[in-house]
């Protein structure tokens, strides 16, 4: 049983340039979550897509899109990176509104 | 608002007990939740409460709330150096169809022969 899978692992862009990074959920999750993880921090919730559609999004900027296909693989775009873009950025997957979510081995971006 | 304070730090020998603590801020939390990071890794899920559940226990872990306080900890009995890793405490409450965990910054645990 396949758990989350999120490509690539590692990634190092330039200040404004624009990422898109890609989550694959648990086999039978329908529900993608996408999370920033600074240094030092807990996650912070960027949004969550169900049904191919954003459902919930947290207090991050509009330079932060994100997709999900009806495979329920999602994408996470951020446009006009900043240096303080720079994060771990998680994706965990879960079932419809359930609250057990699981998660992948994450992206690390640097922007430098 | 949401906000989950944890201590930073926690060192503790081999085979001793280690108890990890959190507290939280909103008294409609339905889910809290227990994650664990490894260095370079995402997050495993550890346990998880509901809220009208005082204590549960899984194997070498007992979650207890205090939800008078809104006060959860962790504690790991026979702790090994397999357990030294960043311990996350989490609370939800369902919003907009959806439960969304909060995080706290995390508890590095220590574990020393």
């Known amino acids: 049983d396949a758990g989350v899978t999120q490509s690539p692992t590692h990634l190092i862009k330039t200040r404004g340039q624009q990422v898109t990074l890609r989550c694959s959920p648990k086999?039978?999750?329908?529900?993608v979550s996408w999370y920033q993880q600074a240094l030092g921090q807990g996650p912070q919730f960027i949004f969550q897509?169900?049904?191919?559609?954003?459902?919930q999004r947290g207090n991050f900027p509009d330079r932060f899109s994100g997709h999900q296909f009806p495979n329920y693989s999602s994408e996470l775009n951020v446009n006009a990176l900043l240096l303080g873009d720079s994060a771990l950025y998680l994706c965990?997957?879960?079932?419809?509104?359930?609250?057990?979510?699981?998660f992948g081995p994450g992206t690390r971006l640097t922007v430098t | 608002g949401e906000d989950v304070e944890q201590s930073l730090f926690l060192s503790v020998r081999e085979g001793d007990s280690s108890v990890i603590n959190c507290t939280y801020t909103d008294s409609s939390s339905t889910y809290l939740y227990w994650y664990k990071q490894e260095p370079g890794a995402g997050l495993q899920l550890l346990t998880y409460?509901?809220?009208?559940?005082d204590m549960k226990q899984d194997q070498r872990l007992t979650v207890l709330l205090n939800k008078k306080d809104k006060h959860l900890s962790l504690r790991i009995a026979d702790t090994q150096t397999g357990d030294s890793a960043i311990y996350f405490c989490a609370e939800s409450i369902r919003t907009g169809g959806s439960y969304i965990p909060t995080f706290g910054r995390g508890t590095s645990l220590i574990v020393h022969p």
């Open positions: 965990a997957s879960s079932l419809g509104s359930t609250t057990l979510q699981y």
């Open positions: 086999s039978g999750h329908d529900t």
């Open positions: 409460i509901f809220s009208n559940m």
């Open positions: 897509y169900y049904e191919e559609e954003e459902r």
